[in-house]
């Protein structure tokens, strides 16, 4: 077997792809045997494919029928027969080739279909059973049975908790400029209770929502939902700024501005994106800062962070960074798709250095926790 030496910005998505690879071919490989494989890799590393191949057989095989079939595909997988399976994505058009950056090719395809519910809401999941079920589908793990009806579950909540937020920061803009020497003045001739409030001209700088998407490897498996939670954001809020990063970052506000979801991830499979590349939070943090940080960065800002924390690069810098934000945001959330996993913990270096500087850390793995960003806002 011909051994290579993968770059470690490349390993993780290796691995996930590796991990996508087997699942199609029938073995039973979820998030949590995803994750446990990173976890494997980070510590043997991927240079001894020998070695890499028996620390994956362990962890991804649940069955004698399941190991007798792994070394088939490990070889086919990274073999020479590896070039043809990159020579089928290279002959699919770009926007395919977004496609199969999703979970085997299912949620864009089934966002295109969804476009359809935003003329026609009737078509509604069927029973409140139904709909407590799928808000707790973690994404990776969704079947194809259920997809559609979580699709058009996912527009129809996260429009209305959009609408709902939206609403709320402008009744409470208003409500936080009352003039009160007018508002008494205006009220004598009605027994001095304060029932017609005046407010002041001016009015308080609305609040900003700043999104940092995390689209490396590692994320496959979740980043396309999470696409799908930021153009529900950007809909309905004036002031959202959406940027995707890997190794470096890029900007999406204009294209996620589009009047229906497909128009938009067309627009954005035609951007240079690196999709599926290595993760380096910290200086992606510190490209943003110094490119876009002095104009969009204020006390009114919401900044949040998605992402599964798996940092290659220093953390020293991803702390230098996430302070320095901290410092010119009202809040600083993360929302981590693997704090849905009972046995997740946030012990990698960049993760666990990260904590200390985010005043809300919580899951972003399925619909429900997603809601759930209407509390902390």
């Not at 071919?25 to 994750?35: A, K």
């Not at 939902?225 to 190794?247: E, M, N, P």
């Amino acid at each position: 077997m011909t051994t290579t030496v993968e770059k470690p910005d490349h390993a993780a998505a290796s691995i996930v792809e590796f991990c996508r690879f087997a699942r199609s071919r029938g073995l039973s490989v979820g998030m949590h045997q995803t994750l446990t494989a990173l976890e494997s890799v980070n510590v043997i590393g991927v240079a001894d494919r020998r070695l890499l191949s028996f620390a994956l057989r362990s962890v991804l095989c649940s069955s004698q029928e399941e190991w007798e079939q792994f070394d088939q595909l490990f070889d086919k997988f990274w073999s020479s027969d590896r070039s043809q399976l990159d020579s089928e994505k290279d002959r699919l058009p770009r926007a395919a080739v977004l496609r199969k950056q999703s979970t085997d090719s299912r949620l864009l395809v089934s966002a295109e279909s969804s476009d359809a519910s935003q003329d026609n809401e009737g078509k509604l999941v069927s029973g409140a059973s139904s709909q407590q079920r799928l808000k707790r589908v973690d994404f990776s793990e969704a079947s194809q049975a259920d997809l559609a009806a979580l699709e058009d579950l996912s527009l129809r909540l996260l429009r209305q908790m959009s609408l709902r937020l939206a609403r709320r920061m402008k009744i409470e803009a208003q409500a936080e400029h009352i003039d009160l020497r007018r508002s008494i003045r205006r009220n004598i001739s009605r027994g001095g209770d304060l029932s017609h409030l005046a407010h002041k001209g001016r009015k308080r700088q609305e609040k900003r929502l700043v999104i940092f998407l995390d689209i490396s490897g590692s994320m496959n498996l979740y980043s396309l939902f999470l696409l799908r939670f930021a153009y529900a954001l950007q809909k309905h809020f004036k002031r959202v700024d959406t940027f995707l990063f890997s190794t470096s970052v890029v900007e999406v506000s204009d294209l996620l501005r589009a009047h229906k979801l497909s128009e938009a991830l067309n627009a954005l499979s035609q951007r240079a994106v690196e999709w599926s590349g290595g993760t380096r939070i910290g200086e992606s943090l510190r490209e943003f800062n110094r490119r876009d940080g002095r104009r969009i960065l204020t006390r009114n800002t919401f900044f949040m962070i998605l992402s599964d924390g798996w940092d290659t690069g220093a953390p020293q810098m991803l702390v230098a960074e996430l302070r320095h934000t901290r410092s010119r945001v009202q809040k600083l959330v993360w929302l981590n798709p693997l704090l849905g996993l009972k046995d997740y913990r946030p012990i990698t270096r960049g993760m666990s250095a990260a904590l200390p500087h985010v005043d809300v850390f919580a899951p972003a793995h399925n619909l429900e926790s997603l809601l759930a960003l209407e509390r902390y806002l």
